[in-house]
């Protein structure tokens, strides 16, 4: 079963930037992003395939990127121009099917790690 660890997220004023880490135990997995605010459903954010060819990122266009690196089993969340609507708990989440990530059917998750967008 792969781990998933968030790095430490943080504290920006809008229009920041952060970029959030991941370290995996494990590279052969589908990889991505999600963030949760409390009260609402877990949301989708960007997906990155193994060969790091295909990625779909659920964030206006520009304003975030994600990338993978497998030999450090590392996944990486880059995100510009934050909004204070950004503000949330992000999670790093594998699974092996894309289509299922995606959907989050059967994802791991890591801990979770906080943003919070200040205006």
């Known amino acids: 079963q792969i781990r998933l660890a968030e790095s430490v997220g943080g504290s920006v004023q809008a229009g920041g930037s952060l970029t959030l880490t991941c370290r995996t135990s494990d590279s052969d997995y589908q990889l991505g992003w999600f963030r949760q605010v409390p009260g609402q459903e877990r949301e989708y954010v960007a997906g990155i395939d193994t060969g790091g060819g295909t990625t779909n990122e659920n964030c206006a266009k520009g304003r975030c990127s994600i990338s993978r690196d497998n030999t450090e089993g590392t996944v990486w969340l880059q995100m510009n121009s934050l909004k204070p609507e950004d503000t949330a708990t992000y999670y790093c989440?594998?699974?092996?099917?894309?289509?299922?990530?995606?959907?989050?059917?059967?994802?791991?998750w890591g801990q979770g790690t906080q943003v919070t967008v200040s205006s």
């Open positions: 989440a594998a699974n092996w099917r894309f289509a299922d990530l995606v959907r989050s059917d059967g994802n791991y």
